[in-house]
């Protein structure tokens, strides 16, 4: 019902949606760019409702619900290296890694947010996401904490950073390729990763079911900020390949091009 209205009815970001797919998938027929469009609204519906469950489940069943196939590595990272940056991008249900301070009390972990405008949901957004004890931090003041973090002792910390977003300028942006596409991308992420030497790792979200994901995590090694950020991006477009209604399609991910 609620997948009828938001695509009929509302017709939420349809156009935008159905831009898009087109760009991303130039050569795919019409047939198959409708069942991704389909299934991105269906996995829309889905992400909300699950997001929502997050409010009032178990720490038991939320592991259940997201889990982490490989989070050994964080720690090996975090107990060899120290301090670190997790990057991942709008895809999957991104709401669940908030549940990560469930499967390690090694390090702390925290998420990088920029505040929304309308105070209701901004508090609605902090009680889901950091109902598991993940920290959350505004993202005008990450470079401040990840220089603290550096010179602090004590449990190591991670950083988790959703960094797919369109910039709000072209303008003295960098640019990577996405889908064939030149595509400008936030890069302040990984000029801090360089500068402080951190590790980072890209966390591929997979999922399996209803309520069902799993996270698997990948260092990413680079020489320069651009090699970083086209590694990243390149992850996350080999991900969105393998399961496209996963990805947020409403997002103007093109609106500067070149």
Not at 135 to 147: S, W
Not at 208 to 225: C, F, S, V
Request: overall charge positive; aromatic content about 16%; proline content about 3%.
């Amino acid at each position: 019902m609620l997948y009828f209205l938001l695509r009929y009815i509302i017709r939420y970001r349809r156009k935008v949606v159905r831009s898009n797919l087109r760009l991303a998938f130039p050569d795919t027929d019409d047939k198959t760019l409708e069942r991704y469009e389909k299934d991105f609204y269906h996995h829309f519906v889905d992400m909300a409702k699950e997001s929502i469950a997050m409010t009032f489940v178990s720490k038991k069943r939320m592991r259940k619900m997201f889990t982490f196939a490989n989070i050994d590595l964080v720690d090996t990272i975090a107990r060899e290296r120290g301090n670190q940056i997790n990057v991942f991008g709008h895809y999957g249900n991104w709401d669940f890694v908030g549940s990560a301070p469930l499967w390690t009390h090694d390090f702390y972990t925290s998420a990088i947010y920029k505040k929304l405008h309308n105070n209701f949901f901004n508090k609605l957004f902090i009680k889901i996401r950091g109902r598991f004890g993940i920290l959350l931090i505004e993202h005008h003041d990450v470079a401040r904490k990840i220089l603290m973090a550096k010179h602090n002792e004590g449990k190591p910390h991670l950083f988790s950073f959703i960094t797919d977003q369109s910039p709000k300028s072209d303008k003295n942006c960098d640019w990577v390729k996405f889908f064939g596409i030149d595509t400008p991308a936030i890069g302040a992420w990984a000029s801090l990763a360089l500068k402080t030497n951190m590790p980072v790792t890209y966390l591929h979200i997979r999922k399996d079911g209803w309520m069902r994901y799993t996270g698997i995590i990948e260092e990413i090694k680079a020489h320069d900020r651009q090699e970083l950020l086209q590694k990243y991006f390149s992850l996350l477009e080999e991900d969105i390949r393998k399961q496209p209604g996963l990805y947020l399609w409403s997002h103007k991910r093109w609106k500067f091009r070149r």
